[in-house]
DNA sequence: CTTGCTGCAAAGTGTTTGCATACAT
DNA sequence: ATGTATGCAAACACTTTGCAGCAAG
């Protein structure tokens, strides 16, 4: 059975449940998003004002190393963190769906025991060819969203008419 | 068929063949590594020492734009960039293995086609459910390469060893 | 009490921008 | 000739580090 709840797993760590900490785990819990470094300090602000963005970081970095949650980077220059789903009551596994424009992105939960099965045997032969001791991966499909599609197709047109 | 000459694409298109970009294009097209800005900047230099980091970015930029090359993140804090594998002889479609200590990055072919039946079936899927337009997928595994895992298991016992 | 954790300010680092000049077409 | 592309320097934005004080265990 999975833990899921992050303060316990802290309290028999020998790390130290601090406040910042506390409230960091909190915003993860309770996120559906992929925060970045600065929307954790935000929310954490409007609820202990004496936290600082350093503090987010540190705990970001010790949350990763730990294995606790995903670092992302969807292209807009800033690093996004994400619970990971064993984790998390809320998140199941997924993959993205990620807009090279806007940089919206989506989660797709994954459903096919097809591509379970062969991220799996994936994993295996991997490990085995090169020595690796796999922890993650990613999946990420990159693209435009309609909307950023449709500029762009506009923007297209324009360009045409300008030449004429 | 594909034409591979980054510069005869060029000249059909509506930008300037200048000389940086040339030489950015051979270097790109000559690499099998994932080459950062500075990579590419340093070797542009000793061919042409007049060029600027600038041009390079500035060149890698509109590249990515016009699809011919890949940006990537491989968590080592600078962007590295890979000529896709329909604009080069040398690199075939393949996936990355990437070590989350050294940040090594092994290249790995995909020869299943039951992969490539899965990634076709799911690309379409999200197309069609999200209104995605998807023009890239990334495919990445990351952990340990097996030298940094013995020296992560080294002090794990290490520490273990102060405890007592 | 001990020493790990914190917040602040400052430094660091990869990347982007403003601008005058050079050069491809 | 004309307007795009360039190189330099400066600006940016995110992230990391040094350090003195604070507080969890």
Do not use: W
Not at 34 to 52: Q, V, W
Not at 53 to 77: A, N
């Amino acid at each position: 059975m999975t833990e899921f709840n992050l303060k316990e797993k802290f309290k028999r760590s020998d790390f130290r449940l601090t406040k910042p900490r506390k409230i960091i785990f909190d915003i993860l819990e309770n996120s559906e998003e992929h925060l970045s470094a600065e929307d954790i300090y935000r929310i954490a602000y409007n609820i202990y004002p004496a936290i600082g963005l350093t503090t987010v970081y540190r705990t970001l970095e010790l949350l990763e190393k730990m294995g606790i949650v995903l670092k992302h980077d969807f292209g807009d220059g800033r690093a996004r963190y994400e619970i990971r789903e064993t984790e998390s009551k809320r998140k199941g596994h997924h993959h993205h769906l990620i807009c090279k424009m806007c940089h919206k992105v989506i989660d797709y939960k994954v459903c096919m025991d097809e591509e379970k099965e062969l991220v799996k045997k994936t994993i295996e032969g991997l490990e085995k060819k090169y020595g690796f001791h796999i922890t993650d991966h990613v999946i990420e499909f990159y693209g435009y969203c309609k909307d950023c599609y449709s500029k762009l197709e506009n923007q297209k047109k324009q360009r045409r008419g300008q030449v004429i």
